[in-house]
């Protein structure tokens, strides 16, 4: 008898403990119910995180292929607070507005400068991810932002469809490597951080080797001007209309992705 009642004892205790660890693995509702998808993702081997929107419809079509924005933001923030990123720029913009692209936002960790090689890690990782649609695959970003999307550009002339770059520059040597690729530059005429000539000279040097690059100039504006440039509905137009091509330059040779530190 006293056998019996252990055994009932027991297999209440089972059952409580199993329903415990449903409830526990249920997903919320809420979950679905968010319009579009923004949530960060952290790169833990490559100490670094980053912000993901999606389209509002992503889910709805699985098998569907989207563009990509690749967004880089400026020195100012640089961190181990990827939310921060939601203060200004591109992720600023999405907590508002919808666009028919995935956005991706790394932050670049706190006293260090974009990396060639993490970042060209970061885009494959994505790719593996979500439903890129690999010739719609954009490149922009600001400041320092700025100066790694030339220099990513140019090591990938065959990866991107088009590329912002804003209030940056680069190397004009290696320029001819994206003379077929569509640059849409953007630079504030009185920018006292990185002066316009730096992007002027980019510009100049891809018109000297034929290059597809239109320049716009915010004549009243300093450095900060990526938030008018992020807001022209004209830049979303003109980047669908771009597509990869795949003869761009010469492919460059495969890297190796740096350890952690």
């Known amino acids: 008898m006293k056998n ?32 579009h998808h923004y949530k960060k993702t952290v790169i833990r081997t490559l100490h670094m995180d980053y912000l993901t929107y999606l389209p509002v419809d992503y889910y709805k079509y699985h098998g569907k292929k989207w563009p990509l924005i690749f967004y880089l933001h400026g ?36 006293g260090r400068y974009w990396s060639k090689d993490i970042l060209i890690y970061l ?42 770059p804003i209030s940056g520059g680069g190397a004009t ?21 990185v002066n316009i000539s730096e992007s002027q000279e980019m510009v100049d040097a891809l018109m000297e080797c034929g290059g597809n690059v239109k320049f716009s100039v915010f004549q009243n504006k300093g450095h900060d001007i990526m938030n008018d440039v992020y807001r022209n509905e004209e830049l979303y137009k003109w980047l669908l209309q771009q597509s990869r091509k795949k003869t761009r330059g010469i492919k460059p040779k495969k890297t190796k992705i740096p350890k952690p530190n």
């Open 75 to 110: 020195a100012a923030m640089r961190g181990d607070n990827v939310e921060l990123l939601k203060q200004n720029g591109f992720p600023k913009l999405l907590e508002q507005n919808e666009i028919p692209f995935i956005v991706i936002s790394p932050q670049c960790p706190k």
């Open 4 to 35: 019996l009642k252990v055994i009932k004892v027991l297999w209440l205790l089972v059952t409580i403990v199993f329903f415990a660890s449903c409830n526990i693995t249920k997903m919320p509702l809420s979950h679905y119910q968010k319009p």
């Open 173 to 193: 040597k290696k320029v001819q490597r994206i003379k077929d690729l569509p640059v849409w530059v953007f630079h504030g005429a009185k920018d006292t951080v």
């Open 123 to 164: 885009l494959k990782d994505v790719q593996k991810k979500y439903n890129v649609d690999k010739n719609h695959i954009y490149l922009t970003g600001n400041s320092m932002g700025g100066y790694a999307t030339w220099t990513l550009a140019m090591e990938l002339p065959n990866k991107f469809a088009a590329i912002v």
